[in-house]
């Protein structure tokens, strides 16, 4: 059985800084993709971040570009997200999702078959 779960969420001021955390278990994870998702109430689920299988190919949304990095530990079974410079508008649920990705677009969610729950993100102005 498949599991994604993430952590690491939590309200902040703008400007702080969070680590989000995402393992698996039930998948080869330095086998597969993992990327980053958040939504927001209201709003379509958008791609943040992704990261391949031995992180040598990183992608970013650019409205988090030079704020946001991710990164992975395969031996841990864990990926990372360490966000800085945290604005009102990154407040979103912020979701890890895991896959095996052969071309396309990695910002789109429905090519994506493993999620987790989900953690918070709250920024205060």
């Known amino acids: 059985q498949v599991q994604v779960v993430e952590s690491g969420g939590d309200l902040v001021q703008a400007g702080g800084s969070l680590r989000l955390s995402c393992t698996t278990s039930?998948?080869?994870?330095?086998?597969?993709?993992m990327g980053w998702f958040r939504q927001a109430p209201g709003k379509e689920r958008e791609g943040i971040s992704y990261?391949?299988?031995?992180?040598?190919?990183?992608h970013y949304l650019d409205s988090v570009k030079g704020r946001f990095t991710i990164s992975r530990d395969n031996a841990k079974n864990t990926l990372y997200l360490q966000m800085n410079n945290l604005k009102f508008e990154d407040t979103a649920m912020y979701y890890c999702?895991?896959?095996?990705?052969?071309?396309?677009?990695?910002?789109?969610?429905?090519?994506?078959?493993?999620w987790g729950q989900g953690t918070q993100v709250t920024v205060s102005s």
């Open positions: 990261i391949s299988w031995s992180g040598s190919i990183i």
């Open positions: 039930g998948l080869s994870f330095d086998d597969i993709a």
């Open positions: 999702a895991a896959d095996k990705l052969y071309g396309g677009s990695w910002s789109d969610a429905s090519r994506w078959n493993h």
